[in-house]
Nanobody, 114 residues
Framework: QVQLVESGGGVVQAGGSLRLSCAAS????????MGWYRQAPGNQRELVAT?????STNYAESVKGRFTISRDKNTVYLQMNSLKPEDTAAYYC??????????WGQGTQVTVSS
């Protein structure tokens, strides 16, 4: 079993910053990608940012230039700057291993007030 534990969510004013963390533990095969997705009420879950084991990154257009994904061993981070009210959502950590099995964290709420 793989466990993903997220932290760092909260309430922030527009223009502010937050840093999310996600620590992976358990029976992890080699990691293919780690990343972040988000889901706002009434919306589908969407990709925010992912990082491949080789270091390449992928960002949603809406967060490019504002969010930065990074990773240190089995922990992935999401630095979120210049936050906007439309960034309000539950943020979920995701891990995909080399067998393409995907795991999800429990989610952490980010609320950006205008």
């Amino acid at each position: 079993q793989v466990q993903l534990v997220e932290s760092g969510g909260g309430v922030v004013q527009a223009g502010g910053s937050l840093r999310l963390s996600c620590a992976a533990s358990g029976s992890i095969l080699r990691i293919n990608t780690m990343g972040w997705y988000r889901q706002a009420p009434g919306n589908q879950r969407e990709l925010v940012a992912t990082m491949h084991s080789g270091g390449s990154t992928n960002y949603a257009e809406s967060v490019k230039g504002r969010f930065t994904i990074s990773r240190d061993k089995n922990t992935v981070y999401l630095q979120m700057n210049s936050l906007k009210p439309e960034d309000t959502a539950a943020y979920y950590c995701n891990l995909e291993d080399l067998s393409f099995r995907r795991y999800w964290g429990q989610g952490t709420q980010v609320t950006v007030s205008s």
